[in-house]
């Protein structure tokens, strides 16, 4: 049976029950409540902006968006970000999704950690940010009315640590493969988490690499 949530219908077809079993099964309570609410609060954005979207490549962005950072689909040199996209790659291709809308849900994962790109790519990947965003970082409240963020805080609790939580996943994420967080956000994660820690720098990388001027 079909569930709606502030208006948003959660897709139910054969394959959007095996990403939430999958994830679900995988992920913390606090990963999958957070995946469901940026898949609710994408949709909801991309409603108020009046986009058109496919409700199932939307859910697998968001739903895969963090598989990453669970030991079992993280590798020990790529982005988290590369592992949840290619995690949600492999899995759509074993069930013979077609490639171009797999390239969709790969880049939606794979960028939204990356500010100013997504927003100009096709709604699915935009929106899935717009999702991140709006539940980690607070961006877009103006896209979503109250009472549809309240609703959608009610069926999936943010709980009353959420901003420390979701930190702690990030650094549990990547700490074991800091290199990783050069030029993104993680980096950020890391000099919270981890006194000492040192940034690679981009400016020193160009100043002293092989080439003599």
């Known amino acids: 049976?079909?569930?709606?949530?502030?208006?948003?219908?959660?897709?139910?077809?054969?394959?959007?029950?095996?990403?939430?079993?999958?994830?679900?099964?995988?992920?913390?309570?606090?990963?999958?409540?957070?995946?469901?609410?940026?898949?609710?609060?994408?949709?909801?954005?991309?409603?108020?902006?009046?986009?058109?979207?496919?409700?199932?490549?939307?859910?697998?962005?968001?739903?895969?968006?963090?598989?990453?950072?669970?030991?079992?689909?993280?590798?020990?040199?790529?982005?988290?970000?590369?592992?949840?996209?290619?995690?949600?790659?492999?899995?759509?291709?074993?069930?013979g999704i077609d490639e171009a809308q797999i390239d969709i849900v790969w880049a939606s994962i794979a960028l939204h950690t990356t500010p100013g790109v997504p927003q100009h790519m096709k709604p699915e990947i935009a929106l899935v940010t717009a999702g991140v965003e709006m539940d980690v970082l607070g961006l877009g409240f103006e896209n979503v009315a109250t009472s549809d963020r309240e609703t959608v805080a009610q069926v999936h609790p943010r709980g009353g640590a959420f901003k420390e939580g979701i930190i702690d996943a990030f650094y549990n994420g990547v700490r074991n493969k800091p290199e990783t967080t050069f030029g993104n956000v993680k980096s950020d994660v890391m000099a919270y988490k981890q006194p000492g820690f040192k940034r690679t720098d981009f400016t020193q990388c160009i100043l002293h690499n092989h080439w003599p001027s």
């Open 1 to 95: 049976m079909s569930t709606t949530i502030a208006g948003i219908a959660i897709p139910d077809s054969a394959l959007a029950r095996e990403i939430t079993d999958l994830v679900r099964d995988t992920e913390t309570d606090l990963l999958y409540h957070h995946s469901r609410r940026v898949f609710l609060f994408g949709a909801l954005t991309g409603k108020a902006k009046g986009l058109a979207f496919d409700p199932e490549l939307l859910y697998a962005g968001a739903m895969f968006h963090d598989m990453g950072l669970v030991p079992a689909y993280s590798s020990k040199t790529e982005r988290f970000e590369v592992d949840g996209a290619n995690t949600a790659r492999d899995f759509l291709r074993s069930k």
